[in-house]
């Protein structure tokens, strides 16, 4: 099973944590395993080459493609955030502006309705399951097939303030999804909403006209003549 960690914070609390526990529970080889943070990541300049000509336009193409590349690879993609301000971080929302040109409405990658995500986010208070709730809306727009999603409310600032009560339920919780994830891991098939969506942008395609880039590569999969 190979897994990629999309982290939006370089920040190693509560939500890292959570997030390696779950890679522990689905005990994957450690070169299986690939992680990345997105706090380097260049804002998205919002200059429409990935959509309109190609995505190696994009001004930070290097910078993506390693992170896009483990992801194509990968049979589980998780993506965690702590609540910052009742949502994802803007670190990983920029990673997500990058990724507009994969959504169905543009080049949706076919390979990701085979794939399942989980979305992770923990807060002291309120908002983790608002988080992982945006989190899970964007890669349900990049096609993912089964995403799970883990929100916890730690009560705390620090990993070593969670109370051992706390920690029993996250673990227990963390448990529950990594399970679900090893019954289902290469069984995965887009569901009622993903094909839905996926039909309503094929009928757009056949008669769009302004963007023949896109045109050209749903012709190219085969999916519209």
């Not at 749903?218 to 519209?224: A, D, E, H, L, R």
Request: glycine content about 8%; charged content about 25%.
């Amino acid at each position: 099973m190979k897994v990629a960690v999309i982290h939006g914070q370089a920040h190693q609390g509560n939500t890292y944590h959570v997030t390696h526990q779950l890679i522990e529970q689905l005990e994957c080889k450690k070169e299986d395993v690939e992680e990345f943070n997105v706090n380097g990541l260049e804002p998205c300049v919002g200059c429409f080459n990935c959509i309109l000509k190609d995505e190696k336009k994009c001004p930070h193409y290097e910078q993506m493609t390693p992170m896009i590349e483990a992801i194509d690879a990968a049979d589980v993609i998780i993506v965690d955030s702590p609540n910052y301000c009742m949502g994802m971080t803007g670190q990983l929302k920029t990673f997500f502006d990058h990724l507009a040109y994969r959504w169905f409405s543009h080049r949706p990658n076919g390979k990701m309705t085979g794939k399942i995500a989980v979305a992770i986010s923990t807060t002291a208070g309120g908002g983790a399951k608002g988080t992982t709730r945006d989190i899970a809306k964007q890669l349900f727009w990049l096609g993912i097939g089964k995403t799970y999603r883990i929100s916890e409310v730690v009560g705390a600032w620090s990993c070593d303030q969670v109370t051992g009560k706390k920690q029993q339920q996250i673990a227990q919780d963390v448990n529950k999804v990594a399970v679900k994830i090893k019954r289902k891991v290469g069984k995965v098939k887009p569901g009622l909403k993903t094909m839905f969506v996926f039909k309503l942008f094929k009928m757009m395609q056949k008669g769009m006209v302004w963007n023949p880039v896109d045109t050209e590569y749903w012709k190219m999969q085969g999916w519209i003549k």
